[in-house]
């Protein structure tokens, strides 16, 4: 049925299940934020102990105030650089009182300052029930991957069941998820792995979300497989009991590595993560300052254009978990919103690359990965967390950009 792929190699840059006493990126961003603008700090602390385990509430983050409703920003006052706090909620209500109200600003006291700085709040509606987040994509038109190769913005697809339960039969449309390659790494060792959304490999939902187990099935082309360990995939589990980080390194066979030249990265890219500078600016600016790298006809990905709406270390969401809602919490998170008149992303896009362009627009970094789609918004998570966390290593430090 699949050829079987060269032993393991060991990686000593992996660690072996979720980190949890690092800072994440999202949350570093903040604190960056906060050290700048003292104001900001203290309404963060106030809103999260008056708002943070309010029913309906489901998380927190600071970025620039949006209207929805009227599909333009607000005010960016100078006081906190332009900034305000998110809260963000299931469903915002028409009616609501007592400490379920959420203010539309906080007054605070900077210390050693006689004046009190007005912090803006903006409350962010993630939405109610859904259906549809996970699912193969091949059910949805998607069809087969195509690229021969496992390369960023390219899809891929995984065999649900181990090999072992397969016997000599083809996998079912219904047994395969599609996924679509975030970046591909190198090791010292040459080993070369790639990256994508989790729960491409594993479902969220379970207690701990486990890495596969046993030999799995990675296509490229068509109905065409090889055959992965397992036990190569990192890391050991994409959940704890607070949080999930949906990204997972998996390997592939020698046959789906790219040549140079096969590599798909978007034009100017620089092989580097994006800057809290980087994220400052596309934070404020009112215009698309990134974007999603997807898999659609041809043979080179294509840009979403998205807005960076602001950074969440915690987020819960709603994600569709064989057909329930299910809310999942999410650790490093960055919201994004798809432009009017744009196209979104489809199922098979998770673990899309995220980038952000420089500030004379003709160079990009590394931001994260799409994971989640859901009215009008995206999700990303954070790669230098991941990197630091879970490889404990950057890309300029045992670890390269293929």
């Known amino acids: 049925m699949m050829a079987r792929t060269k032993p393991r190699i060991e990686l000593p840059f992996l660690t072996g299940g979720v980190a949890k006493k690092r800072r994440s990126f999202a949350a570093r961003q903040l604190q960056g934020w ?124 995984f065999g649900t069941k181990a090999v072992d339960e397969m016997g000599d039969r083809p996998f079912r449309a219904d047994e395969v998820n599609l996924g679509t390659t975030g970046a591909v790494i190198r090791f010292v060792n040459d080993r070369c792995y790639g990256i994508s959304a989790g729960h491409v490999f594993t479902d969220p939902s379970l207690t701990v979300a486990p890495r596969p187990d046993g030999l799995r099935a990675l296509g490229v082309s068509g109905r065409e497989w090889e055959q992965v360990h397992g ?58 300052t990134g974007f999603i790298w997807v898999d659609r006809k041809g043979s080179r990905p294509e840009a979403i254009p998205v807005d960076l709406e602001a950074a969440s270390p915690l987020l819960s969401l709603p994600v569709d978990s064989h057909g329930v809602t299910q809310w999942m919490t999410y650790i490093a998170t960055w919201p994004l919103r798809f432009l009017p008149g744009w196209p979104t992303t489809e199922p098979g896009d998770s673990g899309s690359p995220v980038f952000l362009w420089t500030e004379d627009n003709s160079r ?39």
């Open 364 to 402: 990009c970094r590394l931001l994260g990965m799409h994971f989640l789609e859901w009215r009008g918004h995206a999700y990303a998570m954070d790669a230098r967390a991941f990197f630091s966390e879970v490889l404990l290593a950057t890309p300029d430090q045992n670890v390269w950009f293929a």
């Open 231 to 288: 036990s190569d995939f990192f890391p050991e589990q994409i959940k704890t009991t607070e949080w999930i980080r949906d990204l997972m390194l998996f390997p592939f066979p020698a046959s789906f590595r790219p040549d140079p030249s096969e590599v798909t990265w978007p034009d100017g890219f620089l092989r580097e993560l994006a800057t809290q500078e980087d994220i400052h600016r596309a934070v404020l600016a009112e215009t698309a």
């Open 34 to 157: 906060f050290r700048t603008y003292p104001a900001l700090r203290i309404a963060y602390a106030e809103a999260r102990r008056r708002f943070v385990g309010v029913e309906g509430v489901c998380g927190m983050g600071v970025g620039r105030k949006f209207s929805e409703s009227a599909d333009r920003y607000g005010t960016a006052p100078e006081s906190t650089g332009g900034l305000c706090l998110k809260v963000f909620v299931k469903i915002k209500k028409k009616e609501v009182s007592g400490r379920e109200r959420i203010p539309a600003w906080i007054d605070v006291r900077v210390q050693r300052t006689a004046r009190t700085t007005r912090v803006l709040l903006d409350v962010v509606s993630v939405g109610g029930t859904r259906r549809g987040q996970t699912g193969s994509g091949l059910q949805k038109g998607r069809g087969w991957p195509q690229a021969g190769r496992i390369t960023p913005g390219r899809l891929f697809a």
